[in-house]
């Protein structure tokens, strides 16, 4: 299966993780076609969709606070035929019920990291595993203190620099993005 490149999306002004970022992070989540799955800050819905696809049996809990990006990953549902993604509107942890989940990803915490690493470690399904995506340092030292106080385990840091080419006249430019830290558990 192929993942989507970024321009096939439906865009606005809302986040997305990047096409390599995702595919990383799909990787490390080791997806199955039947999982039950979480998207916390689900943005434009990019990895929702992708988890979706790899999912096709299972279904997909996409979490998202902000009516713009609800519509977005509305759009893109219909765009890429997706019907296994259910959208919870809110903030989580408050909107999220009590779904046993084979795989969460948190692209977006809107500063309520450790209660989301609380609510995933207690809904997570044993051996269940867990992704997190940042760009803010202060994050991923909250982020890798919450998991190990929680009890997850095998927790790996993975830190991608990812730089596009810019053309100037004849010449290629390599031009850099933010680093993206890609944090990983299990249950």
């Known amino acids: 299966m192929y993942h989507i490149k970024d321009s096939e999306f439906i865009r606005g002004k809302v986040p997305m993780t990047k096409e390599e970022v995702r595919a990383v992070s799909i990787a490390k989540l080791d997806m199955k076609d039947t999982d039950i799955c ?3 800050g689900a943005g434009t819905g990019s ?5 979706a696809r790899f999912a096709s049996k299972g279904r997909v809990y996409a979490i998202e606070e902000k009516q713009e990006a609800v519509d977005l990953i509305k759009e893109n549902m219909k765009k890429f035929h997706i019907s296994n993604i259910e959208i919870i509107e809110g903030k989580a942890p408050e909107v999220l019920n009590k779904v046993n989940a084979d795989k969460i990803f948190i692209g977006g915490s809107g500063g309520n990291l450790n209660e989301i690493i609380r609510y995933s470690y207690e809904y997570l399904n044993i051996d269940g595993k867990i992704v997190l995506n940042f760009i803010v340092l202060e994050n991923i030292f909250t982020a890798l ?4 106080k929680t009890g ?3 927790i790996e840091i993975t830190q991608m620099m990812i730089s596009r080419n810019k053309t100037i ?9 933010n ?9």
Do not use: Q, T
């Open 38 to 40: 979480l998207d916390i």
């Open 47 to 51: 990895v929702s969709i992708e988890m």
């Open 145 to 148: 203190e919450s998991l190990k």
């Open 152 to 154: 997850f385990k095998n």
């Open 169 to 177: 006249k004849d010449f290629n430019m390599m031009v850099a993005e």
């Open 179 to 187: 680093p993206i830290y890609i944090i990983s558990a299990e249950r």
